[in-house]
Structures are given as structure tokens and as C-alpha cells.
């Protein structure tokens, strides 16, 4: 009988061991990063189809949650369900004025062609003041309503004149198939498919820069994931900062790793690439940008006059002062990585 449990013991022992050993490669006290991200060609974009992530981030398991905008990316921020989230700088302004505890890290690109006004060739609309009266949609909230609403005002037309709609891009686009609508302010690659159904791009995110309309895509970690994990944070942007290298010197291999991540040809993905204006780290921390640690750059100011115009348009309540902004906006990471740290 002593035999017999003997043996029941070691059998269970070793059983209870190969269960430790064959678990899902993660212990429980390891930390999980969670990253929201969008359908944007981008340096995130390069990123998590090269795995580099993965590959970097040195003891935590990585995590990847899709979003449809920057609003539900703010949203999921907020609630503490992802860590780090790809989002425009409207809703980033937002987000500061609503007091979300966050800071911007990386500009993953600077909007050009890529987000663009895209109307019905049926429509008769060849010119900002034919929009009037017509039914044109965007997500409220996005970088693509900002420069809407911006581009109006820049010729003279009252938003109320147009009959703006709130719609997320796949809704968007299913509205524009059924004929629902004559036109939306809306990114790639929903664009190009309301391109190529019966499109045409009446202006663009870039063409409205001139006007000192100025819209990005970025990218924001919460500040106490930042505080308790400071090297995962790190280990991130050096990915960032890879990325944009390798758009740079093998545009190619680039190219090719955002259309095997969105499902689309190298043809399609080298179009929307070239629409962005890609940022190095250098570029970045430099005073024009997010500056460096404890000198914040230009960019916070930018976020601040953005918070300023969505209040005019009676879409935040409030602006804080300039320096929630500047404590908002960090090149640290980016330096710590640029200088080998």
C-alpha cells in the first residue's frame, strides 16, 4: 500500500510540473502590455506585422486590440483597458481637455493625402460651397471632423449649411454604397474605396495644412503604465523608431509588410504610405515636434490651439491651461532610445 501512494505522489508531482512547464509561456506575475491600434498605414502598422514588438518589449506579453477610431481608443484608455493606444491629435486634445491622464510618445505619422474629402462624381459637388445641403459624414470626434469643420471655415461656410452625419468608416462606407450619402471626410483604406466606387476627392488633410489646419496620428501611453513599466514604453519606440528607418532606407520591405497586414497589394499600401509624412526619432525630439525630456516641443501648443477651435465649435466644454498640454507632450522615450540609454 506504501508502494502504491509512492507512486501516486510521483505521478502527480510530475504531472503538476509538466503543467508549470508546458503553461502559455507567460507567468501570472509577468506584465501584459495592451495596445489599441486602427487601419492606418503607419509606423504601428510596420510594427505589429513585422512582430517587432513581440521581439523588443523584454519580459511582458503583448497584446493587440482593434479599433474602429480614436474615439473608442480614447474610450478604452480611459477605462484602463489598453496601456498604449494610436489615436488623432483632435481626439488626443479632447482627451487632454477631459483631463485623461495621458502622455503623447510617438507621432506615428503627420496627416497629409491620406485623410481626405471624398465626394459622389454624381453629386455635382466641385467646390466647398456645393456642399451645402448636401449629406456628408464623418466620425465626430476625429482628426477628420476637426479639419472639416476647419476647411469650412476657412471658406466661409457655416457647418449648419451642410448636414453633417456621425458615422464610424464602416458604416461610412456602407452608407456610401447604398447611395445614403453624398460625400465623407474619412482615412485610408475606407477612402480608397470610396474611391474607386464612383469617388472623388474634393480636399485633403494636407491641402488644409497650409492653412495651418495641422492633424496627426499618435500615440499615447497612460501615465501610470508609463511610471510602473518605463523600459516596456521604451523597448516600444525603439520599434517606432525602426519602423520609420526602414520605410526610409527599404521602402519596399516597408511597403510590403502594411500589405500583408491590411490584406491589400503592395501597390495599394505604397500609395497610402506616400500620403503620410514619416517622422525619424531625431526629427521627433526636436523642438519643432514633442522636444525633449522636461522641454516640451511645439506640438503641445499645436494640441492646445486644436482643443481651443473644437471649443468654439461647441464640441468640448473646456480648454485647461497650456501647461496640462506641455506636461502631455514627451520626446524622453525617444531621446533615451536615440542616445542608447
Known amino acids: 500500500m506504501a508502494k502504491l501512494i509512492r507512486k501516486v505522489f510521483l505521478l502527480c508531482t510530475l504531472f503538476a510540473l509538466t503543467l508549470v512547464g508546458a503553461g502559455c509561456g507567460k507567468q501570472s506575475g509577468d506584465t501584459v502590455v495592451n495596445i489599441g491600434y486602427q487601419v492606418i498605414p503607419n509606423t504601428e502598422a510596420i510594427v505589429k506585422s513585422m512582430g517587432w514588438h513581440e521581439e523588443t518589449i523584454k519580459g511582458a506579453e503583448v497584446k493587440w486590440h482593434s479599433f474602429d477610431s480614436g474615439r473608442d481608443v480614447n474610450t478604452a484608455l480611459a477605462s484602463g483597458s489598453i496601456d498604449i493606444g494610436l489615436l488623432g491629435s483632435t481626439l488626443v486634445a479632447n482627451g487632454i481637455s477631459e483631463g485623461l491622464d495621458y502622455q503623447v510618445i510617438w507621432i506615428a505619422d503627420v496627416i497629409g493625402a491620406n485623410e481626405a474629402l471624398v465626394v459622389k462624381k454624381s453629386a455635382g459637388i466641385n467646390s466647398m460651397e456645393d456642399l451645402k445641403g448636401k449629406k456628408i459624414a464623418v466620425t465626430f470626434g476625429s482628426t477628420t471632423q476637426y479639419t472639416l469643420l476647419g476647411g469650412l471655415k476657412a471658406n466661409g461656410i457655416d457647418p449648419s449649411e451642410v448636414n453633417i452625419l456621425d458615422m464610424q468608416p464602416p458604416d461610412m462606407l456602407a452608407a456610401w454604397t447604398r447611395g445614403d450619402i453624398d460625400g465623407g471626410y474619412v482615412w ?80 495599394e499600401a505604397g500609395t497610402m504610405m506616400k500620403e503620410l509624412i514619416w517622422l525619424s526619432g531625431d526629427e521627433q525630439a526636436s523642438s519643432q515636434y514633442l522636444g525633449a525630456a522636461n522641454q516640451p516641443g511645439e506640438f503641445s501648443s499645436v494640441l492646445e490651439d486644436t482643443a481651443h477651435f473644437l471649443k468654439d465649435q461647441s464640441l468640448i466644454k473646456s480648454v485647461p491651461s497650456s501647461d496640462a498640454f506641455k506636461n502631455a507632450v514627451s520626446g524622453e522615450y525617444i531621446e533615451k532610445v536615440m542616445n542608447g540609454q
Do not use: C, W
Open 188 to 267: 485610408h483604406p475606407t477612402l480608397q474605396k470610396m474611391l474607386d466606387d464612383q469617388g472623388q476627392i474634393l480636399i485633403t488633410s494636407g491641402d488644409l495644412v497650409e492653412k495651418g489646419i495641422v492633424t496627426a496620428d499618435v500615440i499615447v501611453v497612460r501615465n501610470e503604465f508609463a511610471k510602473q513599466h518605463p523600459e516596456v514604453v521604451q523597448d516600444y519606440i525603439a520599434s517606432q523608431i525602426r519602423a520609420v528607418e526602414l520605410y526610409r532606407n527599404n521602402p519596399d520591405d516597408a511597403i510590403a509588410a502594411v500589405a500583408k497586414e491590411f490584406n491589400i497589394t503592395n501597390e
